[in-house]
């Protein structure tokens, strides 16, 4: 019979998504995939550390377009461009809805969200006690 710890802290082998050796590179893909972003010109691309304070994936990178188009046409090159480092999403969705697209590399996600669907999930407030990682873009256009 489980206990009130158990229903706490549940077993982590129910809740967490089996990993591969962890890629130590996973910082550098998410940097390649926020410059990616920034190529398309993605509005706004911040990321959070999320190892301190969760398991679902050591990173978010979060960024935003002002359309549809957009929102697909950053997600594309952010694909594109792991891919040419032979890196492919575990998981894809929001493709074809084009409001919020998620790529998981199990490592890191990345959220490519239309910038008005940014605004009502507001996951930076959400993930807030996670902290940025500077992504080496402060010069970028």
Do not use: N
Request: glycine share 8%; proline share 5%.
């Amino acid at each position: 019979m489980p206990t009130g710890a158990d229903r706490i802290h549940p077993d982590p082998a129910l809740t967490s998504r089996h990993r591969a050796t962890p890629r130590p590179e996973a910082h550098g893909l998410l940097l390649a995939a926020a410059a990616a972003a920034v190529g398309k010109k993605a509005i706004d691309p911040i990321a959070l550390d999320l190892r301190s304070v969760a398991g679902v994936a050591d990173y978010f990178l979060i960024c935003s377009g002002s359309s549809e188009v957009q929102v697909k046409a950053i997600a594309e090159a952010i694909e594109e461009e792991l891919g040419g480092q032979s890196v492919r999403p575990w998981h894809v969705e929001g493709m074809e809805g084009r409001r919020w697209v998620l790529l998981d590399y199990v490592e890191f996600v990345v959220h490519v969200f239309h910038e008005k669907t940014r605004e009502y999930y507001l996951l930076e407030r959400l993930w807030g006690d996670a902290s940025r990682v500077d992504l080496g873009l402060a010069d970028a256009d």
